[in-house]
């Protein structure tokens, strides 16, 4: 599930950040009546008044952490609960607190969330109210079936934070070659991956490229991970994580034995966090004989190679 971290990329219209926006009660303004109690990193109980929005965004963090604060250009692993405010009722659109938590992009076009956001402290439980200016605009977001006159409720509980150019921490040990493809990368930037003229192996290939020191990734956990992905008929990139000059770059985080290829489920089980891994995933453990993805350049029966670079995990 990528929702939340797809939902924060929403384009929407700039405009002014509302200055001074707190926590504090203010007369008229049933957007400061929300209410969200509960422990950090557990299920929150949110109080939204059965009365319209008002159009001002308010901030409030009713846990304050004492990790590190959040820097600019750093993306957040975070517990998630959206909420859509619509007249006067609600209804939750996602949490992430049940299923694990996602990756919040560095990169938001959702003003009033960057401003939520800037310089919290990890531990910190934030919460954001934002009218459409400061969210979606009047366009909305289809995806999550909010309308252009819907405010959204977020309950964030941070967890961690990753730099876009963050890569793999332990020895080199491979750069892959001989039948498979070659591997080769400068610290912080992009693996390059140069695939073999030759026929894709017919079963998951795992080939440790980097051998990181830090616990066995076991099903549960949640993933954070750089990748590039490539497909071995064409050699080309159909995906990747990392900067660009055209993207700030930010990790990728799902749950091992989740809703992810099945080849990431089983070369990735017992990769030492801190590893660089090159998976090369047949179709039957990829998209399928029957499935693949035109929009990424991606054939039925296509053979994928992902270089995966684990940088981070969460226990259950």
């Not at 009546?33 to 509960?38: C, H, L, Y």
């Amino acid at each position: 599930m990528r929702r939340i971290a797809l939902a924060v990329l929403a384009p929407v219209a700039a405009v002014a950040v509302l200055a001074g926006c707190g926590g504090g009660a203010s007369s008229g303004n049933s957007n400061d009546a929300v209410k969200v109690s509960g422990s950090f990193d557990k299920t929150p109980s949110v109080t939204i008044p059965a009365e319209k929005a008002s159009t001002n965004l308010v901030v409030s963090k009713p846990i304050q952490g004492t990790g590190a604060p959040l820097k600019a250009g750093n993306s957040a692993l975070a517990n998630v609960a959206l909420y859509k405010w619509s007249g006067t009722k609600h209804s939750l659109i996602e949490s992430t607190f049940t299923s694990g938590p996602q990756i919040i992009p560095s990169q938001t076009d959702l003003s009033g969330l960057a401003t939520a956001l800037k310089g919290a402290r990890l531990g910190s439980r934030v919460v954001a109210v934002l009218p459409p200016k400061y969210g979606y605009g009047s366009s909305g977001n289809s995806q999550l079936g909010l309308t252009g006159t819907d405010t959204t409720v977020w309950v964030i509980d941070l967890l961690q934070q990753y730099p876009g150019n963050q890569s793999a921490s332990g020895a080199q040990v491979s750069d892959g070659g001989g039948a498979l493809p070659t591997v080769t990368a400068k610290a912080g930037e992009a693996p390059t991956v140069t695939i073999p003229k030759t026929s894709a192996p017919s079963s998951l290939s795992v080939t440790t490229l980097i051998k990181g020191s830090g616990p066995a990734l076991a099903k549960g956990d949640t993933v954070v991970a750089q990748y590039v992905g490539s497909i071995w008929r064409t050699g080309s990139v159909f995906s990747s994580t990392w900067p660009s000059s055209s993207q700030p770059g930010s990790p990728f985080s799902f749950q091992l034995g989740g809703q992810v290829l099945t080849g990431f489920n089983e070369g990735l089980t017992g990769v030492k966090v801190g590893s660089r891994v090159m998976l090369v995933i047949p179709p039957s453990l990829g998209y399928g004989p029957e499935g693949g993805d035109s929009s990424a350049g991606i054939e039925k029966n296509d053979t994928l190679v992902f270089v995966i670079d684990v940088i981070g995990y969460l226990h259950p």
